[in-house]
């Protein structure tokens, strides 16, 4: 591996890993501290938070990227700051809009939950401020990684110090949604330091190129969050907060251990684009792309079952009594959707986007995430979180299948 690669690879792993130990870290320990309504009103909100999320980053965080290589390809530092404030007023635009909305909502039918909702919003905001494609493109992933670990430590720390018992829900949201503000704000002051504080007109024909150009990208990414962020909703709805509060540190720690494969992905994401355009005619895509994913999945085949074998350990030597094993059962199920997930990214969003497949990845996406809803409904009402986690991994088992029917279509000499 080339130094540069490797340099890449250390800093996403580090960013990865942050923001995947960090929930790892917090949400177990407040679980343990907070009742189960009050930290079940944290998960749902957050839940939310997500939602808006997925709804600002648009698709920029893959066009942004394309985008800002193009402009330092051509060394067109004009093109590059006014691709920057493009992107930052589509999306800042879109946060006004779905936050508002969303606070009218929480504020007329849910009125408990609205002081929660208000502070989570520093989330998606400080996500928007961040901008990692950005980093990403001009490959100063380093920099990134140092403000966005020194960030979750230190809201780490003041978790575990000032957050002590029930009552605590506001501050506890504020610390954790705080965390992200600052680093977003820190990312951007350093941005805006990199280009040299300017400011670059655009056109709003720009803008309109933007959103055409990633319509279906989005609807594949929100569709991606529809079926996996919304099982705390659903069980909010249909079971009891005993419930919510269980599946959804069940969910961190499954989505921390995913975190871990993330820096992988993205490292193949280039090499796969390149890859795919060397071996036209000579190759099929699919072996192409499992020749970037087998590595991946070799390496959560050791990692998930010692993980989770390891908490079957401290249960059965009574290590930490306060670790429940319902919940480890949770992680046993739900661990599956690891491997279907790596394989959705490389196969669908690195994969097929590069063949120019972008409405049937889109398609996919939104089918298999309109029945994974439907089939977590069923489950979670007749079964609670453990309905809702086996839910969890036919959502992602259904969006592969789909992904994999297309490659079996495709021959070595049939794809642009």
Known sequence: MKKKDLINLISLAAIHGSNALFPLLIFPYLFLVLDAKEFSVIVVTESIALYILAVCLYSFDISGVKAIVHCISKNDTHGLRRTYWTIFLVRMVLFTSISCFSLVCCYVFFNSYFDQMLLWLMYPLGMILQANYFF???ESNVKLCVMVFFSRVLASILIYTNIDHTGMGLLSTSLIAGSFLLSGVMSFSYILYSMGAKWSYFKFGEIGSHLRGGIEIFIGNFSVALFRGSNILILSAVSNPIAV???????KVIKSLQALSRPMNELAFPKIVKDIGRFKGIKKPSTIVWQHTKYQIYIMLFLIPSFIGGLHLIIYFDVWTKLDGHIVNLITIMGLA????IC??????????TLGFHR??????????TVAL???????????????AVSFV?????LFSL?????????SKKYD
């Open 245 to 251: 509060s269980g599946y959804s540190i069940s969910e």
């Open 344 to 353: 959705n990214f490389m196969y669908g969003s690195a994969g097929l986007n």
């Open 338 to 341: 690891i491997f279907f997930g």
């Open 136 to 138: 990403q493109a001009t």
């Open 374 to 388: 439907i089939v977590s409904i069923i489950l979670s009402y007749l079964f609670s979180d453990i309905g809702a």
């Open 360 to 369: 049937y990845y889109a398609v996919a996406i939104a089918a298999s995430g």
């Open 403 to 411: 992904f994999y029917m297309k490659y079996k279509k495709i021959g």
């Open 394 to 398: 036919f959502g992602e088992a259904a």
